[in-house]
Each structure stands twice: as structure tokens, then as C-alpha cells.
């Protein structure tokens, strides 16, 4: 594909289209592995919480939750948890909006089809061009 000189795949509009397109959907790929990344650290924090509250020798656990929270240790945890459950809130808000904006404008490039690709040259090289951007950005323009 590059032998050949863009002009040959699309006109300026939708080469600017694209370009967007593919940094959008990186900007997506990046906000789900923060996703993912903010998940791990709140379910690990969760879980050592967990941990050490049943590891308490205490067979009554009730009065031994009480000076456990209020340790400096409880503390540092429970401020754990919830920075990491709020970190994990602001990132999933985060890619939402970037899942949304990607999804709108592929959906644009697709409907705008005919006008980007307004000729049959560049129609006939629309495809291989397709098939690059879902192999190596993962963007798929077959469908809606």
C-alpha cells in the first residue's frame, strides 16, 4: 500500500477522516487497558481488605473490625479501595466517551462512503485499504 500515493486511496476529506479514525481508536485501546489496569488494583485491594479481615484470630470478629479501620493500616487500606474504586469510576467514564466517539465517527466515515471514495478508482482501492486498517489498527469499515 505504500507504493502507491495516498490521493490514489481517497480524497483529502476522507484521508482526514481516517487518520481521526485511527486515533481515536487508539485513544479507545488505551483507555481499556486503563480500564482493565484500574480493575486489577481495586479487586487486589479489595481482596487483601478481605484477607485481613478474616485472618483475624479473633473467633469474634465484630469487636475486631472496629480498631482494625482505625489502625493506620485500615486506614491506608480503606484509602486504598476507595482511590482505587474511583480511579476505576473516572477511567470506565473515560473510555465510554471514547468507545462513544470512535463508534460515531466510524459510523460517519461509513455512511459518507459514497463521498469519500466518489469515484470507481477510488472505490476499487477503498477495499484494500479496509482490509489494512482492520489488520493493523483493528478499524473495521465493512459494516455499521
Known amino acids: 500500500m505504500a507504493a502507491v500515493y495516498k490521493e490514489a486511496y481517497m480524497t483529502p476529506i476522507g484521508e482526514r477522516l481516517i487518520r481521526e479514525l485511527i486515533e481515536r481508536k487508539k485513544e479507545e485501546k488505551k483507555r481499556e487497558r486503563s480500564v482493565t489496569f484500574a480493575a486489577w488494583i481495586a479487586t487486589a485491594a479489595f481482596a487483601l481488605m478481605l484477607l485481613l479481615l478474616f485472618s483475624m484470630e479473633e473467633s469474634n470478629v465484630g469487636p475486631a473490625i472496629m480498631p482494625f479501620f482505625r489502625s493506620d ?9 476507595t482511590g482505587a474504586s474511583a480511579f476505576l469510576i473516572i477511567e470506565k467514564k473515560k473510555r465510554d466517551k471514547a468507545e462513544k466517539e470512535y463508534t460515531e ?15 470507481e478508482q477510488l472505490r476499487a482501492y477503498s477495499y484494500p485499504l479496509f482490509e489494512w486498517l482492520e489488520r493493523e489498527h483493528d478499524v473495521n469499515l465493512y459494516h455499521q
Do not use: F, M, P, S
Open 73 to 81: 493500616y485500615g486506614l491506608t487500606l480503606v484509602a486504598l479501595c
Open 105 to 119: 465517527l466510524r459510523k460517519e466515515v461509513v455512511d459518507r462512503y459514497e463521498e469519500i471514495w466518489n469515484t
